[in-house]
């Protein structure tokens, strides 16, 4: 199963575009990349998903090399609202034994 | 219209006792879960039930028996609470059709904050 590192915190400030890196070396043919965001006092909420080059929605964007070893979430222009915990998981869309590791994600503080 | 929900919010209980959680999904998906979230914010798979057939135990003690009565609802039972218990509890859910599982987008609760005295 791929293992996920991730920064267990940063920092920003508003306006600013943040990029939040998730290793995943021993990444399966298989598996996608899944990003989840959570808000304080909140559930996880699914906030973006990709296999391969790049992503983008209405939240984020999701940068993931050719090796597809790392991704990068990018948050465009950050507000005091996306104060969250960030998590990257890897795995199947089906199929396969597959347990959703989410461990203690990424902690991004936006300072006004 | 809340998709998944759990009840209750908040539960305060003294050690020893026993108590559980509820929840409950309305959007029709095969796949619900429980997870366990520390004072560190570390996020941890307890269970994964889909169409009412255990497929994920992750070495949980058995004072922990998740119980589903039908795809709609999974309920998490906890017996004699220790300190140690004391998290945030959510439930998710995901339309993960199969068995053997998979990433698929899943969708949590709001938490049901437990306090264990």
Known sequence: LAKTTQPISMDSYEGQEVNITCSHNNI???????????????????????????????????????????STLSLPRVSLSDTAVYYCLVGPLSGGSYIPTFGRGTSLIVHP | DTAVSQTPKYLVTQMGNDKSIKCEQNLGHDTMYWYKQDSKKFLKIMFSYNNKELI?????????????????????????LELGDSAVYFCASSHQPRASGGSDTQYFGPGTRLTVL
């Open chain 1, 28 to 70: 399966a043919t298989n598996d996608y990349i899944t990003w989840y965001q959570q808000f304080p006092s909140q559930g996880p909420r699914f906030i973006i998903q990709g296999y391969k080059t790049k992503v983008t929605n209405e939240v984020a964007s999701l940068f993931i090399p050719a090796d597809r070893k790392s």
């Open chain 2, 56 to 80: 994920i135990n992750e070495t949980v003690p058995n004072r922990f028996s998740p119980k589903s009565p039908d795809k709609a609802h999974l309920n998490l039972h906890i017996n004699s």
